[in-house]
């Protein structure tokens, strides 16, 4: 069975401190790994797509990365503007669903 | 582009009652998913679609649970009759081409 363990569940950070969101997963074989925000009363925002170990993307102060095992997500001098819920997702083949995390809430204090 | 489109945004209804929601994907785009979230469960599906057809409905419940999608345009999940164990936040999602899948904004069922 495909699962996603992200952690920690919750993070807190002052304004300007960098971090990073930790995504690992099981799966018989991977053919994407997502990476979406959630804030309150909203439904999840596509961040990112990677599809191989050793791809980076990156989108303002957030770099996603992926090796064979897991996924990080980097926030390099978060704002408070960036306090979400973010929630990573694998999916297995195309047009197929995705199996979430369930999630890291983060705060980011100004 | 509009993006998908969920109704109603939030409903609230006594147990026993049936409950319809809707959703509108976006244009193009030839995959529509249906999720449930709850804070024990996070995000579920529950069942999806390519093309209009129904691919994979094992994460319903129960046969409480029924979803349809009559044409490319438009899908609908009903719920008969309702429990206060279905109160959760119902997304649709849609893709084209089995690429990033995209949200709407959900809708908050609440079963009294």
């Known amino acids: 069975e495909d699962q996603v363990t992200q952690s920690p569940e919750a993070l807190r950070l002052q304004e300007g401190e960098s971090s990073s969101l930790n995504c690992s997963y099981t799966?018989?074989?991977?053919?994407?790994l997502f990476w979406y925000r959630q804030d309150p009363g909203k439904g999840p925002e596509f961040l990112f797509t990677?599809?191989?170990a050793g791809e980076e993307k990156e989108k303002e102060r957030l770099k996603a990365t992926l090796t064979k095992k897991e996924s990080f997500l980097h926030i390099t001098a978060p704002k408070p503007e960036d306090s979400a819920t973010y929630l990573c997702?694998?999916?297995?083949?195309?047009?197929?669903?995705?199996?979430f995390g369930k999630g890291t809430r983060l705060s980011v204090i100004a | 582009d509009a993006g998908v489109i969920q109704s109603p945004r939030h409903e609230v209804t006594e147990m026993g009652q049936e409950v319809t929601l809707r959703c509108k994907p976006i244009?193009?785009?030839?995959?529509l998913f249906w999720y449930r979230q709850t804070m024990m469960r996070g995000l579920e599906l529950l069942i999806y679609?390519?093309?209009?057809?129904?691919?994979?409905d094992s994460g319903m419940p129960e046969d409480r649970f029924s979803a349809k999608m009559p044409n490319a345009s438009f899908s609908t999940l009903k719920i008969q009759p309702s429990e206060p164990r279905d109160s959760a936040v119902y997304f649709c999602?849609?893709?084209?081409?089995?690429?990033?899948?995209?949200f709407g904004p959900g809708t908050r069922l609440t079963v009294t």
């Open positions: 999602a849609s893709s084209a081409q089995g690429y990033e899948q995209y």
């Open positions: 799966v018989s074989g991977l053919r994407g």
């Open positions: 990677l599809y191989s």
């Open positions: 997702a694998v999916q297995t083949s195309g047009n197929t669903p995705l199996v």
């Open positions: 244009s193009g785009h030839n995959s």
């Open positions: 679609f390519n093309n209009n057809v129904p691919i994979d």
